[in-house]
């Protein structure tokens, strides 16, 4: 393979820059062609694509966010847009493809990888929800991120003996709440992957007021089916207690990335780079057992997450 | 005067520590006995009063909250309670005391010094809507910490060129959002100060839009009429812009404070129990033209808060 | 086993203070009691023991440091000291212990292992040398604190067009240096693991020169032979190109845990204590493939740190 | 005056960027043309000049460093270099310059002054060391960087009962040292402007010892004459006590600015283009009294910079 593109799709995630740069220098290293396509698979429909050199990456490593821009392309789910994606890809002689993204972004990917071009899936995206790698590209920066403003909250609501409830990002995955719940200390932990009680919740926070408990931090996942609003409500009506809500919001989604999350990127986006350059298509790149690996783009895909129940113990118990 | 009391009351803000350690201190030196009361105004009518040693202040100059615990209380705006107050004072033998707080706070102390209770006002608060002082202790933190989710949400809002409005802090007064918005280059900074005009700003988004620009950072104190959500609902429907709003909250109360506002505590902590020590009452502590000043209680209160035209101005100039 | 020690011993490092509050935690949830040894193996020996609560680790997660003190023993090396350890625990009533270290507190460990007592250690450096371990409580946020100076140098050196060279901990094991490195983007990582040629580094910031690059970095662990002032001296001689040097030395060992570091500290403090309960003695907690492990702790003295040299060959093509 | 140039000099700091983008921005409102010189005034010599847009200074107001590049100049110390940029200059037709920089910059801009260009000095430079303005740009970002070194040099320190000396910048002016030693709480500061006493401070350390004092912090401008290693070896030698050294150096330069800074260069490059644009030339614009004032450039040099005993004392006083 003498000519690749790469791309980043769907939210963006600190560390996508790092795999950026690791693919283009790893292709020209191998002396292929890298071609960077902007604003993801919609820009990839419009042709959004120029030829990336050694220097066009220079000073991104550190950097928050994607220099290629990231979007949703709603257009790409539709058969003929999928094909016409072929048909540029083909014009601009790329014979293979780098996507930076999620679930979405590698769904996209698989409907090339079917009409023959080769694909390599990069996981990067906060929400740590992909279930065929350990970790994705972005995860450590937003637990620390979180737990930053964790510490700045703790500050307040210790000074006015109130319980806050944050409500951290994570629709079908907890594993921000989780991670920022137990390296923040947090009381309560709400996460999809266990139903909460809010009963249990208001009896909890009661029982640690009498003992002379004066605040409460309750870290939960917006995954969870109880609104935080109505949870602030009811904890305040139940237990009397002055009860706040934090919304973080997109604030987890920048920052310049960790260490960790700057060596995931290298490491993921060279093992992509070399996977094409060994005509390897329709891969997804992961870590597992603190080893970079690679499997099937379509089984990736479908591995549903494993919970970590024994974390989710650990934070209960040392709380 | 030998025996001092200080309490923290009214929202808690980054610095208060560094103030309440430069009163006890100071007033140690000056061989005072110093006693600190929990919880504020609502403290004091219960009767939560420690005598502080100059240990009990160590290793807190750079920590956020206070340790002293704040609150608002309701029972002090009675007159009742009021001179509940100036008994308890009296039990205890406190001559003088230090209120390191906001405007309602310095209210009460008003209330305490019109029945002869030496007070002196220390202002702390983040919003700095005191008129008679330059700054308050904690606003340089805030809009630090304003900047620095700026800077993230910055990352994010670029990559999916976006439109975002965040939304910090100040019910009367603009000053956290005039003064981040400068130092975070935003693109429209909306205050209750100056009237917003929510066709003027989409008008500019778009303008911006057809010059290419691609994203927009809108910095909006939450005192403005218009509500955060309508605008993000008008600014979608008529620009055609994704927009997304950020609303940091407590965020913006926590925090290690800034070299500035510890030296700014220090300084002004200091002052007030020397004000105390020269048996001068009813004062509020301040800084004006970078030199530390005392004013009226009363008239502290009186002063309406200088709208600093020229700032804004500069800030749309420069945007 | 009822009743088990802890301390901390060695150089500190961030996340020991998160490990101590598993321990803790861990041991009264299982009924056990749990006394905290002050100032490391010297303390032990002079008997500075107390016994520790649920609250008497609260509010010290994501504080860097240790609040039991560090301290390295002399007189430990020496039998005799050896045996009065043993008194000492045997007075207490202390049945086993927890060492939170590196090699030399390990070594301290094994020394009391063979003297009958039940001692697990829990790996707790920023150098990361221990060989058992993937990595150690206190690497990742050394590391992370390495990248914030980087990038502060970063700016200073541009502007300049210097060369900079940083050089960092690491005695024996270069992985600060080369995670930092790589993370950074550093232009050139010496480490004690590679031979350094000082000719060969000249060559290549002479060639960079040419080709329009007007700046370096080059981090260095301090392990590596070749002295700072001498490459700092040599570099400047041979390229004409002013260069300087920044030792952050102890900046490095302080600091806020990470996220990362608090759950490490959290999983390995908790399987230290769970290892005593199930009266497992003489062995070392680590992390290997993702997995929270046990070794032998004479074993864990042995095994030699590999030297992952797919990461430099990455940093070196990358950069 | 329609078209002037702008270049920064001497030693970087943060908020240069700031002022630069203040400088272009406002010159083009004002329907300048604005030209940047890179390199300093050795690139004024070289012609290293070239045209700047309002999108030229765009997303750097955040950054540290500065994008036109700093150096000094050996040859602008000689009159025939002076003569040489002013024919530069008027071969470029700029009819007026601002520089931005400290001392140094503003000498050779006072040459050029004197042969008849219109020159305004920024002060721009971490040492606060230029007597007619309270603060210089960079300062504030300076001091929060120090403070933040100091919080994590604590944590190891007084987990190893260790005194530490941190030598920070500052070689003829203390007030990096004395600001972050107040907001630090340093147990001692040392700064060029009080002569420093060796045996007093042992004494002051050993007096600590024995009240149960377990570590000590001691902060010194790099001008204080007794070299950081004597210092270091004394202290141990005669407190008996582990004493270490930490040089921050070049992290000082660097990091993105503070709020205070960013405003501060915004103002006063504001301020330095209306006085070119008001034909005011041989100024030097600074911060008085919390106003933006201008002084003549000749004056500007001549003031020395007093030296704050108050807070000198309040430091003392408090640690």
Not at 61 to 67: E, K, P, S, V
Not at 249 to 264: A, E, H, K, N
């Amino acid at each position: 393979m003498k000519r690749i593109g790469v791309l980043t799709s769907g939210g963006d995630a600190p560390g996508m820059n790092a795999a950026l740069r690791a693919v283009v220098r790893t292709g020209l290293s191998l002396d292929m062609e890298v071609y960077g396509i902007t604003h993801g698979l919609a820009g990839l429909l419009d042709g959004e694509i120029e030829k990336m050199t050694w220097s066009s990456v220079g000073d991104i490593l550190h950097r928050g966010g994607t220099i290629l821009y990231s979007a949703r392309s709603k257009r790409f789910l539709e058969e003929k847009w999928q094909d016409h994606a072929v048909t540029i890809l083909k014009t601009f002689g790329i014979e293979g493809l780098v996507i930076i993204g999620g679930n979405g972004s590698f769904a996209g990917g698989l409907a090339l990888a079917k009409r023959g071009i080769p694909v390599v899936g990069v996981p990067g995206t906060i929400d740590n929800d992909l279930g065929y790698t350990d970790f994705t590209i972005g995860f450590d920066t937003a637990v620390n991120t979180v737990l930053d403003l964790i510490s700045k909250i703790r500050d307040t609501s210790t000074s006015h003996d109130r319980a806050t409830v944050i409500e951290v990002m994570g629709r079908h995955c907890g594993d921000i709440a989780l991670h920022a719940g137990l390296g923040g200390g947090a009381d309560f932990i709400l996460i999809p992957e266990i139903e909460s009680d809010i009963r249990k919740l208001c009896m909890e926070v009661l029982k640690g007021k009498h003992a002379g408990k004066r605040h409460s931090l309750i870290i939960k996942a917006e995954g969870v089916e109880l609104s935080t609003d109505e949870m602030v409500r009811t904890l305040e009506d139940v237990t009397g207690i002055e009860t706040r809500a934090v919304v973080p919001g997109y604030i987890q989604r920048g920052g310049s990335p960790t260490g960790r999350d700057r060596m995931l990127a290298s490491l993921m986006g060279g093992k992509a780079v070399r996977l094409l350059y060994d005509d390897e298509g329709s891969r997804a790149v992961g870590i597992s057992g603190g080893k970079i690996i690679s499997v099937d783009l379509e089984e990736a895909l479908r591995i549903e997450r494993p919970f970590n129940k024994e974390i989710f113990d650990l934070a209960v118990m040392l709380s």
